[in-house]
């Protein structure tokens, strides 16, 4: 059973660009969540997204979007990068189904993201 | 290699020893415990999880403790081995299904 992926796996931006991170759960992972992480804040949470919608979110100003397919794979998208973007981002699926039990979380490899 | 290591309490033990890492948690409505391990260049990694209800858990080699009344997570690791050395993180979840990390510990087994 393949593990979660996610591309690219190392990316260098400069200020002010876009980015758009790919994440493909495993199968039959409907939950997909998001995280930022970086030396001086550890694992910080964006987002989890189930069957398409977003469910919660976390304290990370507009410039982060993130969206989910019908096929549960799931992209972030940082628009308008600053330096302090650079970071390691995890994205992780789960078989929860609802709300109240969050499960094992099965993380991808992450998307290192270098801001100049 | 990753950086996900600075700025980090860490253990160093030799190989053979038993590991302690500890964790203290905030929200005293958290119910579900986990230890994740993220070794150099990879995602976290589960490796045993707890509910409020218990006070231990054990798996292989590996074993959560929980004390409730000091919102208090500890994993030891038996025998620790080479491969062990990695950050090291408790993750709790209460209310919201959505975890919440620790800052991680960084565990060094020296040969």
């Known amino acids: 059973k393949a593990g979660v992926t996610q591309t690219p796996r190392y990316l260098i931006k400069t200020r002010g660009q876009q980015v758009t991170l790919s994440c493909s759960p495993i199968s039959g992972h409907r939950s997909v969540s998001w995280y930022q992480q970086t030396p001086g804040q550890g694992l910080q949470f964006l987002f989890e997204y189930f069957s398409e919608t977003q469910r919660n979110k976390g304290n990370f100003p507009g410039r982060f979007s993130g969206r989910q397919f019908s096929n549960s794979r799931s992209e972030m998208n940082v628009s308008t990068l600053e330096l302090g973007d650079s970071a390691l981002y995890l994205c992780a699926s789960s078989f929860l189904s609802t709300g109240g039990w969050a499960g094992e979380l099965f993380f991808g490899e992450g998307s290192r993201l270098t801001v100049l | 290699g990753e950086n996900v290591g600075l700025h980090l309490p860490t253990l160093s033990v030799q190989e053979g020893d038993n590991s302690i890492i500890n964790c203290a948690y905030s929200?005293?409505?958290?119910?579900?415990f986990i230890w994740y391990k993220q070794e150099s260049g990879k995602g976290p990694q589960f490796i045993i999880d707890?509910?409020?209800?218990?006070d231990k858990r054990q798996g292989q080699r590996v074993t959560v403790l929980l004390n409730k009344t000091v919102k208090h997570l500890s994993l030891q690791i038996a025998a620790t081995q080479p491969g062990d050395s990695a950050v090291y993180f408790c993750?709790?979840?209460?209310?919201?299904?959505?975890?919440?990390f620790g800052r991680g510990t960084s565990l060094i087994v020296h040969p």
């Open positions: 929200n005293s409505a958290s119910d579900y």
């Open positions: 707890i509910r409020s209800n218990m």
């Open positions: 993750a709790e979840t209460g209310g919201s299904y959505i975890p919440t």
